[in-house]
């Protein structure tokens, strides 16, 4: 189906309905802006409200699948989503919203853990490269080579220096990936204090999801204002033109996977995906018998 067809499905939602597409440039992080997360309102909507936004939710991922068929039909481009933010921030519920407008053929998932003694071995941006989507794809990182200025410099893991001088060899990395094909967009998840207190609360009191819950995430919950810092550095010195970041009010995970569906629409739809061309050999009029 196409994207717009639908428009008008609802007509007791339409007239309420802010400009989606206005969410791209409110919510980008410009280059060299200085960001305040003490002052960032994790629970926005930018006008939106929770039925309205879940509905066109759902017509940006149909937007989003047909996005995603062209440019793996085309195979010329990847597109990388980097998705970063404290625990509980719902990196895993976002990548599970909206993945389900993807082929998972086209879109694989990687997700970075504490380093083996291998990934250890090399330097830290080995293990990432080589997790990079292929022409064709969208790939999407839960966590990644931020988390080598973010828990390595909150922990102290290497020493400042060492950390320091990771933020311009990071855009270097992605400079070098956008000018091989890969469009690099990254979104960071911010949800406030009380609202992880709130979801880590509700993790443990669900017997489904109490799995989810260890006592290590109170110690890094205890660390919250370091981790707050760093989050500020990454997203004031590694926004560019080339891979910008989005600072998404995640609070409401109904906001939140609008914003990020929209985005990552409006984003694969400037590169203008299209179908490759039909083999010269194959004859306009043919009938299969
Ligand atoms: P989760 O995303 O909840 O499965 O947890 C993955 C854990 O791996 C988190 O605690 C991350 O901080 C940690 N982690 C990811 N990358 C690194 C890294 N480069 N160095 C140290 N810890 C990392
Ligand atoms: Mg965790």
Redesign the pocket.
Known sequence: MQYGSTMTSDPSTRDRRPDPSALRAALRVRPAAKVSLKHFDAGATHGWEKPVARDETERQLERLADLQDRLWAEAKRAVLVVLQGI?AAGKDGTIKKVMTAFNPQGSPVT?????SVEELAHD?LWRVHKAVPRKGEVGIF??SHY??VL??RVHE?VPRRVWSGRYDQINDFERHLAANGTTVLKFFLAIDKDEQRARFQARYDDPTKRWKFAMGDLEERARWDAYQAAFQDALSRTSTDVAPWYLIPANRKWFRDLAVATILGETISDLDPRYPPVATDVPPDLVID
Request: glycine share 0%; hydrophobic share 35%.
């Open positions: 625990d997700s970075f853990k504490v380093p830290y839960n966590r988390e080598d828990v390595v893991l």
